[in-house]
């Protein structure tokens, strides 16, 4: 088994079902014991912001707001850089423990010996 997953959720509100699937996956590994990189690229970059992940709906699926909770205290949450740059969102925008990193980081991560990557 990997001892780290480095997920890159590229999907937000534009395709919920997607979208809850890369959180949802996250936060039942942190709640399993991985270690864990959810990475937040194209549209789901909205959700390092304070309040927008509340906004998220999708019957029978978990709330979005506690599976980034769950992320956020066991895990690591990244920005893609470029996501937010075309966002105008920056550092002091941000929640709290969400970093803002590039492809050079998410691919060192994902190389790791003991890394399995995925991408929804």
Known sequence: MAKKLVIKVTAGADAPERCSQAFTVAAVAVASGVEVSLWLTGESSWFA????????ELPHAAPLPDLLDSVLAGGRLTLCTQ??????????????????????????????????????
């Open 49 to 56: 912001l304070p309040g927008r992940a509340a906004e998220f």
């Open 83 to 120: 996501c937010a740059a075309r966002r105008d969102i920056t550092e002091k925008d941000v929640l709290e423990g969400v970093r803002i990193a590039g492809a050079q980081v998410f691919v060192q991560e994902a190389l790791e010996d003991g890394t399995q990557a995925l991408v929804y």
